[in-house]
């Protein structure tokens, strides 16, 4: 499912406009990249988790030359499904 049909799908499920469900994603994706950039968790029960995780500095190696190389430091994001989500899957 790519971005369009998700919105297609909100806005037939929610009784909303396509241009009121695209509104409604683009204001949620906001605020949960907004929440991570800040390094808050979002929680949404039944759904799952969203974190930002710290992976340190290591050192790695280029496949192609086989030298070593260092791979700096950075941040990011996890995702840890739900409950429910998970049941769903199954």
Do not use: H, W, Y
């Amino acid at each position: 499912m790519n971005k369009t049909e998700l919105i297609n799908a909100i806005a037939e499920k929610a009784n909303l406009t396509k241009v009121d469900a695209k509104n409604a994603l683009e204001a949620c994706l906001e605020a949960v990249a907004g929440a991570l950039a800040d390094n808050d968790k979002v929680a949404l029960i039944g759904f799952g988790t969203f974190s930002v995780a710290e992976k340190s500095a290591r050192t790695g190696i280029n496949p192609q030359t086989k030298a070593k190389i260092e791979i700096p430091a950075r941040k990011v994001v996890k995702f840890k499904a739900g409950a429910e989500l998970s049941d769903k899957v199954k």
